[in-house]
């Protein structure tokens, strides 16, 4: 099989995770009722908040995690594959971890990826971000094989670092994935050309649920979830910033044809980068 429905969900996740997982079970509920066989759900699913005590008061371990817990449910119930983009887990060493996690349609977890690149960022309209002072690193590019084809994980701020998505490309992903909280700011410059990119460089479709509206702790994300095809058409999107589901269903062959089009996957070369110095000693005075 390599045709496959699928659905990114446009959320907007707020401080209370109860409320925040109703929501997400709805829309994972609205997209099986589509036909999606795949879903996927934004970063911070499960709760949406920067203030780093209250956050510590309101995360639990994976074990006990409530949107983990109603991922596999929803998909053992349902018969897909739920992929909860990522939510605040609290770590056994009392750190937190941006974790990610896949789900079968058994109900089993399948994967789960930890963010790897954080958010330290001062953006020019006063906006200030220091993930690294909550959350751990990851250290891993999870990808996984699923019936439909093999998928790459990761969140948010990873789609900066195409490397991570190359080397997900090189060891066999069609799939490449970017849960997002995008901020407004950076959604409006970045967002559709960043994924476009990745898609085309890789020749792999991308798909992003994102984050979308002014949240209740007075942060403001883009939306504009996405299904991009790896020739960086756009074939679905929420052209907006409400909570919604996306729909397409894609043909995992329309990657093999990409990669046979543009071989670039198979032209890499190794190389150095070296600093030119110039010989000013014998330059004459014009």
Known sequence: MTTVKVAALQMRSGMDPARNVADFEALVREAAGKGAAYVQSPEMTGALLRDRVELMALIKPEADDPVAHKAAALAGELGIHVHVGSTAIARPDGKVANRGFLFGPDGAKIASYDKIHMFDVDLDNGESWRESSTYEPGTCGT????????????????????ELFRAQAL??????????????????AHWHVLQRARAIENGAFVITAAQGGTHEDGRETYGHSLIVDPWGRIVAEADH?????????????????????????????????ALARVDTRHRQAS
Do not use: H, W
């Open 241 to 273: 910033d409400e909570p919604a589901v996306v729909l397409a269903e894609i043909d995992l062959a329309a990657s093999t044809q990409a990669r046979q089009k543009v071989p670039n996957l198979k032209n890499i070369r190794d190389f150095e980068v």
């Open 171 to 188: 060891a066999g992903a069609q799939i490449l994935t970017m849960p997002a909280a995008f901020t407004r700011q950076t959604g409006e």
């Open 143 to 162: 990808i996984v094989d699923l019936p439909f084809g093999r998928l790459g994980m990761a969140v948010c701020y990873d789609v900066r670092f195409p």
